[in-house]
């Protein structure tokens, strides 16, 4: 399990340098292609929510614990949200200028990457086929993420190889949270179905709120198309899953 456990780690890490690639594929290249990834990320996240963590969390059946764990999921992603997107507006000369806090931005990114790192380690302790489905569904959203994060300390200002060094070492953070999900993981009995729904929670939340707007942007009947497939595909690849357990 640590194995599996720290190669999951080590690849979502990596996805932090994917904005290295961006350097030389067109915009209009690359927005198509991160379309089709966003909606196959949505259908592995909610497929993983849907298939393989919820069993998990409904084993002792569906207590308070486990609706507070998954409320918790929706709220502290929400925060983070905000933190990321952390602006500071001066009203002059009649136009408006905003600064974000890049710093902000890049703590708001560590947390993101630790409670991640809580998620993957918890995944794991329950079992390596959630470990391996919820290993799939963060890695997918990471990418749309990861290269969000990495345009915004371009915004701010970084340079490239900066903002490529920061956002790979705010990454490393998954690690420590994975680290101290398996210490405390010993010590508190009954830790993972808890792990799992704030997993659960957090998302339907990322997918909801997140990725599924992400689509709306404007309306193409192809682009449509393309996007349902690959929610489909999403969902599709999760419940294959299902066959290896
Ligand atoms: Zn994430
Ligand atoms: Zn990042």
């Known amino acids: 399990m640590y194995l599996e456990l720290f190669l999951a780690l080590a690849l979502i890490s990596l996805i932090s340098l994917l904005g ?3 350097i030389n594929i067109s915009e209009k290249t690359l927005k198509k ?28 059946g569906i207590t308070p614990e486990i609706s507070f764990s998954i409320l918790g999921g929706i709220i502290i992603f929400f925060i983070l949200e905000k933190v990321i997107q952390w602006k500071h507006c001066h009203h002059l000369d009649h136009k408006d200028t905003c600064h974000r ?13 630790f409670i991640d790192g ?11 086929l959630i470990g391996f489905s919820t290993t799939i569904a963060v ?19 970084f340079t490239k190889k900066r903002a490529l060094i920061y956002n790979f070492f705010s990454s490393l953070t998954s690690f420590v949270g994975a ?12 830790l993972t179905p808890l792990l799992m729904a704030f997993a659960a929670g957090s998302f339907l939340y990322i997918a909801g709120t997140d990725l599924f707007p992400e689509l709306h942007k404007e309306f193409d009947l192809k682009q449509a198309i393309i ?3 690959f929610i489909l595909l999403g969902i599709g690849v999760m419940s294959l899953l299902l066959l290896i357990e």
């Open 179 to 190: 680290l101290l999900t398996l210490i405390f993981g010993t010590m508190i009995e009954g």
């Open 139 to 157: 890695a997918l959203h990471e990418i749309p993420q990861e290269l969000g994060d990495y345009a915004v300390l371009i915004k701010g200002g």
């Open 20 to 22: 290295i690639l961006t």
């Open 33 to 60: 292609w991160i379309e089709a990834l966003v909606a196959f990320a949505i259908g592995a996240l909610i497929g993983d929510v849907f298939i393989h963590l919820l069993p998990e969390i409904s084993q002792n």
């Open 227 to 229: 996007q349902l497939i």
């Open 101 to 113: 806090f890049t710093y902000m931005s890049l703590f708001g990114d560590m947390m993101h990457n």
């Open 118 to 128: 809580v998620i993957l380690a918890g995944a794991f302790m329950a079992g390596p």
